[in-house]
């Protein structure tokens, strides 16, 4: 297993590095782009360890969770994206909605995928060598904008809607991580990527039958039963197995 990470240097730089124990290395370019040590040690605050040009998402993988909003199985992937201005830092703070656009936001542990290599129209084979890494996403939604709006844009799309991170994970099986959602200490979700209706492969494999993936898109692969608010004040820890923990924090709008 290798861990990279996106760190903004104290001189506002950003690099990509590989970490190994304390140290990271810092790399010319991302690791997915053949990125190689540079010689340099450095120092810095994580940044989401992605550049998507798109992050791209999957609604109801998991039976108990659809089950748990009352919906059917989906008998195809259901696709949606997320801008990547929803993207939010490692130890980030959301900021909510106005209380007058949202009252109900949640979160949606998920794992989340690297791409690592241009997907069109890929084999099952192609697309499970595309993976290059495994990070943690959370969906935060807006439910009541979901349900409003019928189409999900507004709902999943606000700035810090998607935290990433904190490091990508090579080397991981992604069907076997354990996923895990604490609010301020309280065990939300909990679940096995192996519950997923659709597999990594399968979802890369079939979105790419419609979209180009690139080297650094990000997508999200379904959320575990357990969902629920997020409020002001709030602490989220995401856990996954071999991956990492990631943390941030909620807030209102003032
Ligand atoms: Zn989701």
Not at 192 to 200: D, I, K, R
Request: include cysteine; charge should be negative.
């Amino acid at each position: 297993v290798s861990r990279y990470a996106r760190l903004a240097l104290a001189d506002g730089a950003v690099r990509w590095v590989a970490l190994e124990g304390e140290e990271a290395h810092a790399l010319d370019r991302a690791p997915w782009l053949g990125g190689t040590r540079t010689g340099a040690v450095v120092e810095g605050r994580p940044l989401a360890p992605a550049e998507p040009s798109k992050i791209l998402c999957v609604g109801r993988n998991y039976r108990a969770h659809a089950a748990e909003l009352g919906n059917p199985l989906p008998a195809e992937p259901l696709l949606f994206l997320k801008p990547p201005s929803a993207l939010l830092e490692p130890d980030g703070v959301l900021e909510l909605p106005p209380a007058e656009t949202s009252e109900r936001v949640e979160h949606e542990v998920e794992l989340a995928l690297i791409v690592g290599r241009r997907l069109r129209r890929a084999s099952l084979d192609e697309a499970a060598a595309g993976i290059f890494g495994l990070t943690i996403g959370c969906d935060v939604t807006a439910r009541d904008l979901q349900k409003r709006d019928g189409q999900w844009t507004r709902a999943k799309g606000f700035d810090g809607f998607c935290p990433l991170g904190p490091v990508v994970a090579t080397g991981c099986n992604a069907s076997a991580i354990e996923l895990s959602a604490h609010v301020n200490g309280e065990r939300r979700q909990h679940g096995s990527t192996a519950a997923m209706v659709f597999s990594p492969a399968e979802l890369l494999a079939y979105a790419s039958a419609i979209m180009t993936l690139e080297p650094g898109d990000v997508v999200l692969t379904g959320t575990p039963e357990g969902v629920g608010p997020l409020r002001d004040g709030d602490a989220v820890v995401l856990e996954a197995s071999g991956i990492g923990v990631l943390r941030f924090s909620v807030k209102a709008t003032r």
